[in-house]
């Protein structure tokens, strides 16, 4: 009983020399065990000639491992590279003002021509009394006789004798003049009002020429204050 709790008491007390021999384990050297009276002792050379001796085998101590391989840095994504700077807005350009000619029809009313010749017609010449008059002045204006419906006004005539130059036709071209960009635009807008109403009371037939009328007439009204 003696010697089994010297042995106890022996192996508690070699555990720390023990741990120490893993390393020299570790390391490649040898570990001896020595069995005695006294009890059981290791060491890293040969027993004396009166202890029995082994040499157990010890399992190495594990390497260290080696530090986990650092992920590989992931570079920062490059700033978006913007493209070529959009270029600057082109000034608006100013649309000229609306120029034309505006022709004076028979019945007094308006329109307008390109070319600045107003609308020729071919009318008796005692219609003008050959004094050089214009349509609308001798038979047109607000109260003239060509806005009345037939009979409704009282036509002044004279007779004329047989063969005279009053029967005769000739040609009367419409007056015309350019217009002032204030009176030009004053004409658009008075036109663009008429045609708003004429679309409202349209038939399907005559919309589509209407409706492109308007077109026209707002494109000249860009160049208006």
């Given amino acids: 009983m003696p010697s089994n709790r010297l042995l106890h008491h022996a192996k508690w007390l070699l555990l720390p020399w023990l741990g120490g021999s893993l390393g020299i384990v570790a390391?490649?050297?040898?570990?001896?065990?020595?069995?005695?009276?006294a009890g059981v002792s290791f060491q890293d050379r040969p027993c004396p000639p009166q202890q029995?001796?082994?040499r157990?085998?010890?399992?190495?101590?594990?390497?260290?491992?080696?530090p986990p391989a650092s992920e590989p840095a992931v570079p920062?994504?490059?700033a978006a590279t913007t493209g070529p700077a959009a270029p600057a807005s082109a000034p608006a350009v100013a649309v000229a003002p609306p120029s034309f000619h505006l022709c004076r029809a028979i019945d007094g009313s308006r329109y307008q021509s390109a070319?600045?010749?107003g609308l020729t017609r071919w009318?008796?010449?005692?219609?003008?009394?050959?004094?050089?008059?214009?349509?609308?002045d001798a038979y047109g204006g607000p109260d003239g006789l060509a806005t009345h419906p037939p009979g409704a006004a009282n036509i002044p005539h004279h007779p004329a004798a047989p063969g005279s130059a009053a029967g005769y036709y000739v040609e009367v071209t419409d007056p015309c003049h350019r217009a002032a960009p204030a009176e030009a635009c004053a004409w658009l807008r008075s036109e663009l009002d008429t045609l708003d109403g004429r679309i409202r009371r349209a038939f399907s037939d005559t919309l589509p020429g209407l409706r492109q009328q308007?077109?026209?007439?707002?494109?000249?009204?860009r160049g208006c204050p």
């Fill in 115 to 117: 070319s600045g010749v």
């Fill in 76 to 78: 920062e994504p490059a």
């Fill in 27 to 37: 390391q490649g050297a040898e570990v001896y065990r020595c069995d005695s009276a």
């Fill in 52 to 54: 029995r001796q082994s």
């Fill in 123 to 136: 009318v008796p010449y005692g219609v003008i009394d050959g004094h050089g008059q214009s349509l609308a």
């Fill in 214 to 221: 308007r077109t026209e007439i707002a494109r000249q009204l």
């Fill in 56 to 66: 157990p085998r010890l399992a190495p101590a594990p390497m260290p491992s080696a």
